[in-house]
């Protein structure tokens, strides 16, 4: 069974600091790029950030670029998502999954649609 895990969400203060973990388990980690969605209060889920871990190359929405780093642990099948300098619009349940990322933006990758269940980031003002 696929499963994509999310957890270290919480609250925090605007200006600090959360890390997030993916723990992802039932399928080939190697063989997809994993990422970061997020969904804020009434609107829709949107694509955070993204990494190929087998090539070493990420994508970072314009949003969060310069305060966000996604990084991967391979032999861990754990994704990683450092935030930093937290802002009140970054309050949201942060989902991980399989993701693609071009030029044009990010999105859940069509060869593995699982979400997982997300955790909750909340940043007070």
């Known amino acids: 069974e696929v499963q994509l895990q999310a957890y270290g969400g919480g609250l925090v203060q605007a200006g600090g600091s959360l890390r997030l973990s993916c723990a992802a388990s039932?399928?080939?980690?190697?063989?997809?790029?994993i990422g970061w969605f997020r969904q804020a209060p009434g609107k829709e889920r949107k694509g955070v950030s993204c990494?190929?871990?087998?090539?070493?190359?990420?994508y970072y929405a314009d949003s969060v670029k310069g305060r966000f780093t996604i990084s991967s642990d391979n032999a861990k099948n754990t994704v990683y998502l450092q935030m930093n300098s937290l802002k009140p619009e970054d309050t949201a349940v942060y989902y991980c999954?399989?993701?693609?990322?071009?030029?044009?933006?990010?999105?859940?990758?069509?060869?593995?649609?699982?979400w997982g269940q997300g955790t909750l980031v909340t940043v007070s003002s």
């Open positions: 039932g399928f080939t980690f190697d063989d997809y790029a």
């Open positions: 999954a399989a993701c693609q990322y071009s030029d044009y933006g990010m999105a859940m990758s069509p060869h593995l649609d699982v």
């Open positions: 990494i190929r871990s087998s090539e070493g190359s990420t």
